[in-house]
């Protein structure tokens, strides 16, 4: 990000604020050493977006799986009381886009 009234100084990767981004990945330090340089050098050009992972639901489900060390929520045991519910939801959500999910991300592959 470049300080008002600089025209040879920035700040880069995580000495820099950009909105919606999260600091300290190698992306994050990419996209602000392209926003600086494109700005010192007047180029007129865009910066990749900012992927919106933090919204997307596939995303978060294949990170779920992930965290289970790639177990499904189906095959680990619940206690009781909510291993009763788990085959009447399972069938509930049989033909729905919320199945689609499940299955496309992982958790009930």
Known sequence: MIPDGCVNFAFLGQFAQTPRDTIFTT???VRTA??????????DRAVPEVWASVYDVRA?????VRLMDGKSPLDIELPYHLDVIKKPLIKKIQGTILEDLLVNYS???
């Open 27 to 29: 992306e994050y330090s």
């Open 34 to 43: 392209m926003e600086a340089v494109y700005g010192l050098f007047t180029i």
């Open 60 to 64: 978060l489900l294949d990170s779920s």
């Open 107 to 109: 958790p009930l592959r």
